[in-house]
């Protein structure tokens, strides 16, 4: 399995970036995916999931109403829109696959068994 992101940046306070995450060596269709972050001194922390259909989603609050979690699983891909940045959401970022998450419920680390190398998000104030 190997997922690569990517569309990571500097970008100013209220501004936008999406990110991609690019999948290949794995059946799409049937993995829930993740996105995570990870900034300096802190754990690993839950972004937005999205089932395999697309028919669930979770947010974390501290982003809700903010990013956009989408998939297109004809292009083996996960999105991440992110609008009104903040300082706070500079992070890596890292996608994730987990065959075994449903969807059905608020998830963590532990349910995503693939990971990318992550990208860079680094909001200026």
Do not use: H
Not at 7 to 22: D, E, I, K, N, T
Not at 29 to 41: E, K, L, S, T, V
Not at 63 to 90: C, H, M, W
Not at 97 to 107: I, Q
């Amino acid at each position: 399995v190997q997922l690569v992101e990517s569309g990571g940046g500097l970008v100013q306070a209220g501004g936008s970036l999406r990110l991609s995450c690019a999948a290949s060596g794995l059946t799409f269709g049937i993995y829930g995916m993740g996105w995570f972050r990870q900034a300096p001194g802190k754990e690993r922390e839950f972004v937005a999931a999205i089932s395999w259909s697309g028919g669930r989603i979770y947010y974390a609050d501290s982003v809700k109403g903010r990013f956009t979690i989408s998939r297109d699983n004809a292009k083996n891909t996960v999105y991440l829109q992110q609008n009104s940045l903040k300082p706070e959401d500079t992070a890596v970022y890292y996608c994730a696959a987990g065959l075994n998450y449903s969807g059905r419920y608020y998830p963590t680390v532990a349910d995503f068994g693939s990971w990318g190398q992550g990208t860079q998000v680094t909001v200026s104030s």
